[in-house]
């Protein structure tokens, strides 16, 4: 199992995508996605959430809040033409204050503000969607298990675990 991070940055109605533009061989190519990513080797969350945003969008972000741990158990899952990927562990932070100035880590993707009034209308994960509209609507610390057959999500189990 592959331990992550991700965020959702909103600012002013607006939250910030990277939009994925990597070509085939990149699983979540064409996609809207938080950003975030990977857990180095004896590094904590909230210290990984912040050097994976700031990697990818150029911007530090103020005082970010763990507001769910999602297990995705990808069997029969696929991702980008790849079928079975490994499970992840994700640990999803919200925040609302950054500094610093929007840049890219890679030319190819795209930062994107997305109106909130406009989320449903950009490709996303419907877990990703799902875990979005459950930050966004209720308080409290969730623990959230997706499982998806091949792209269609089959399992949202959720349990909030602290209010």
């Given at each position: 199992?592959?331990?992550?991070t991700m965020?959702?940055?909103?600012?002013?109605?607006?939250?910030?995508?990277?939009?994925?533009?990597?070509?085939?061989?990149?699983?979540?190519?064409?996609?809207?996605?938080?950003?975030?990513?990977?857990?180095?080797?004896?590094?904590?969350?909230?210290?990984?959430?912040?050097?994976?945003?700031?990697?990818?969008?150029?911007?530090?972000?103020?005082?970010?809040?763990?507001?769910?741990?999602?297990?995705?158990?990808?069997?029969?899952?696929?991702?980008?033409?790849?079928?079975?990927?490994?499970?992840?562990?994700?640990?999803?932070?919200?925040?609302?204050?950054?500094?610093?100035?929007?840049?890219?880590?890679?030319?190819e993707d795209?930062?994107?503000?997305?109106?909130?009034?406009?989320?449903?209308?950009?490709?996303?994960?419907?877990?990703?969607?799902?875990?979005?509209?459950?930050?966004?609507?209720?308080?409290?610390?969730?623990?959230?298990?997706?499982?998806?057959?091949?792209?269609?999500?089959?399992?949202?189990?959720?349990?909030?675990?602290?209010?």
């Open positions: 199992m592959i331990n992550g965020c959702f940055l909103t600012s002013e109605g607006q939250t910030l995508f990277l939009y994925r533009n990597r070509g085939k061989d990149d699983i979540h190519n064409g996609w809207y996605v938080p950003p975030g990513g990977r857990l180095e080797r004896g590094e904590r969350s909230i210290d990984c959430v912040i050097r994976e945003f700031e990697e990818e969008t150029g911007l530090g972000l103020v005082d970010p809040r763990l507001r769910l741990i999602a297990t995705f158990f990808n069997e029969g899952r696929v991702l980008g033409g790849k079928e079975n990927p490994e499970d992840w562990r994700v640990e999803v932070y919200e925040a609302s204050a950054f500094n610093g100035m929007l840049k890219k880590e890679r030319p795209g930062l994107v503000w997305v109106p909130d009034s406009e989320i449903s209308k950009v490709r996303m994960y419907e877990g990703d969607r799902k875990i979005f509209d459950l930050i966004r609507k209720q308080r409290g610390v969730f623990e959230v298990i997706l499982q998806y057959s091949k792209e269609e999500l089959t399992r949202f189990d959720c349990k909030r675990v602290y209010s």
